[in-house]
């Protein structure tokens, strides 16, 4: 909806569709005025682009108006209307609008083309210097970045040609530099795609097969927080760690959650935005929080 300032003012320029001025005579002021108009506290409206002179008052109040066909100033140039620039009115100012929009876009083209250059080369791979730091890392395989957090990697074990998403939170143990006391914490397979701002975080055992596929922010996890005290708070209480199993050829569907102690099947699908907290057999769909099976065999 247009506010009462709005309509009148396309009623005084001609805007198409606008209502005529209905003429009613102002007590105040011999000018014929639409009512609505005076209402609003508005000078008087024509037909006509009413403009005022550089040197002049208002709008409508007396010398130094000028009254032109709508659309037009008296030197017929193209006013700005509700706020719209008119084009520049010279050749140089055309040349240097073009100029700055093409500039505009070459940078931008430059800017892309460096963030691409960048990602490829600090993306970790076997033959980096990070990615030696890791306890195997198989060879095509590929963390993507930038990552969120990789901590630990000695105890990480990447099989060949796995590819880890951007933004991935890779990690094992609570701390840097901590004794596990398992080896490996977290071990993935070959031909694996580990969707991008997932987070793999494993304090005891966490092992995921080969060609397992998950969406985007998949979390899998074998740490939950404990909940035996309700007077002591969570962050106090007892962690218990039990292992997950992801079986080969699975897929992980996008913002699921795996907890500890689960075990997914081979071939198994997990639908998006589901939690799996126990165990799902081969060849199944399962889908919810807690995920349930919807389709076995």
């Known amino acids: 909806m247009y506010s009462v300032d709005e309509v009148a003012r396309g009623e005084r320029i001609g805007f198409a569709g606008a209502r005529p001025a209905a003429p009613d005579v102002d007590r105040s002021d011999s000018a014929p005025r639409n009512v609505d108009d005076r209402r609003a506290g508005l000078p008087a409206a024509s037909g006509s682009l009413v403009m005022s002179d550089e040197n002049a008052g208002d709008v409508g109040q007396g010398a130094g108006v000028a009254t032109v066909g709508a659309g037009h100033t008296p030197d017929g140039s193209v006013p700005a209307v509700l706020g719209r620039q008119p ?11 073009r100029y700055a929009g093409a500039s505009k876009s070459a940078i931008g083209d430059v800017i892309h083309d460096v963030r ?40 990480i074990r990447i ?28 071990s993935i397979g070959d031909r694996c795609l580990i969707g991008r701002g997932s987070g793999i975080v494993g304090h005891l ?89 919807i389709r076995h065999g």
């Open 159 to 186: 099989g060949s040609m796995t590819v880890l998403g951007p933004y991935i939170a890779l990690s094992a143990g609570m701390a840097p530099s901590q004794t596990c006391i398992t080896d490996p914490v977290v």
């Open 87 to 97: 084009p520049p009115d010279n050749a140089w100012k055309r040349l240097w609008v």
């Open 116 to 155: 691409d250059i960048t990602m490829g080369w600090a993306a970790i791979g076997p033959d980096t210097r990070r990615g030696r730091r890791f306890g195997a890392f198989g060879e095509g395989s590929v963390i993507a970045f930038p990552p969120t957090t990789i901590m630990n990697e000695q105890y």
């Open 205 to 293: 055992s966490i092992e995921i097969g080969n060609d397992v596929y998950t969406g985007h922010h998949v979390y899998i996890t074998d740490q939950n927080h404990g909940y035996l005290d309700r007077e002591l708070p969570i962050s106090r209480q007892v962690q218990p760690e039990r292992p997950v199993r992801i079986g080969s050829g699975s897929w992980i569907g996008h913002g699921s959650v795996v907890l500890p102690g689960s075990t997914i099947g081979r071939n198994v699908v997990v639908g998006a935005n589901s939690v799996v907290t126990g165990t799902l057999p081969d060849h199944c769909v399962a889908v919810g929080a807690p995920a349930r099976i």
